[in-house]
């Protein structure tokens, strides 16, 4: 189930890759899903885009239009 406020998708992904994911998460004391999410939110910030945190209060990153 997922958490309130999150979006939920089904990803395909290498049994190789999922490994190492559940490695790492591991190492981290982390879920893979939240590994992922954290890999993800390192990755943009390497490219210099910026996240907002849906915990701060903003909408999930959607703007309102």
């Known amino acids: ?7 939920a998708f089904p990803l ?3 049994p190789a890759l999922w490994e190492e994911l559940q490695r790492l998460a591991a190492r981290d004391l982390r879920s893979v899903n ?3 999410e954290f890999l993800l939110r390192e990755s943009l910030a ?16 959607q ?3």
Not at 1 to 7: E, L, Q, T, V
Not at 46 to 61: C, E, I
């Open 34 to 36: 939240a590994e992922i």
């Open 1 to 7: 189930m997922a958490s309130p406020g999150k979006k």
């Open 46 to 61: 390497r490219r210099g885009v910026k996240v907002r945190d849906a915990k701060a209060g903003d909408n999930g990153g």
């Open 63 to 65: 703007d309102e239009t």
């Open 12 to 14: 395909r992904i290498d």
